[in-house]
């Protein structure tokens, strides 16, 4: 059965810590993970993983996949109000995107 | 833990014929189901927000008569793509909320079609 599970569920932080959000996947024909932010109504796209230990990286967030272990990571620093949303993380298979539950970050001044 | 279905998976039809997509929730109620259609560059786009029992709200500049919503149990929403158009070929995913305290959105696994 295919499935995508993030950790943790919600977490809460001050303004200016680093977080790492957790995304561990089994899905058959792996194509991508993906990583969204959600604040409103339709998630924000934010990274594209294909290979294996390579970082991406977009301002104070950055992310990378290991398909050995089958995980990926969403590292956000110096984090600030704006940050707060829900972060998904979705992987791509054949034919479907399965998406996790998400991470609640909240931020607080 | 609460899983979104949506049936078919993939689906190629002919120009001018009409599509029906599926989403349940299975093990829980979902009170709002929303759809959305994946763009290039795997932006998601919210077509339209439906509340069971009542007409869905749909975002500007997506036809309503072209994209039908029905959602008329709690554990069930349909979106009906009418006189599909190879520009309606797309991904097409649903979610669900649950509309417990945590208010969490279930997403579906998606529908690709695919318009000749």
């Known amino acids: 059965e295919d499935k995508v599970v993030q950790s943790p569920l919600s977490l809460v932080v001050h303004e200016g810590d680093t977080v790492t959000l957790n995304c561990s996947y089994e899905v058959t024909n792996f194509r991508s993970l993906l990583w969204y932010k959600q604040e409103k109504k339709a998630p924000t796209f934010l990274f594209m993983l294909t290979s294996s230990g390579i970082e991406k990286k977009s301002g104070r967030l950055s992310s990378i996949l290991d398909k050995k272990e089958l995980f990926s990571i969403l590292n956000i620093t110096a984090t600030q109000t704006g940050d707060s949303a829900i972060y998904l993380c979705a992987v791509e298979g054949a034919n479907n995107l399965f998406f996790g539950t998400g991470t609640r970050l909240t931020v607080i001044p | 833990g609460a899983v979104v279905s949506q049936h078919p998976s993939w689906v190629i039809c002919k120009s001018g014929t009409s599509v029906k997509i599926e989403c349940r929730s299975l093990d829980f109620q979902a009170t709002t189901m929303f759809w959305y259609r994946q763009f290039p560059k795997q932006s998601l786009m919210l077509m339209a927000t439906?509340?069971?029992?009542?007409?869905?709200?749909?975002e500007q500049g997506v036809e309503k008569d072209k994209f039908l919503i029905n959602h008329a149990s709690l554990t069930l929403s349909t979106l009906t793509v009418t006189s599909a158009h190879p520009e309606d070929s797309s991904f097409y995913i649903c979610?669900?909320?649950?509309?417990?305290?945590?208010?969490?959105?279930?997403f579906g696994p998606g529908t690709r079609l695919t318009v000749l």
């Open positions: 439906s509340n069971e029992g009542s007409k869905a709200t749909y």
């Open positions: 979610s669900a909320k649950d509309g417990t305290s945590t208010d969490t959105q279930y």
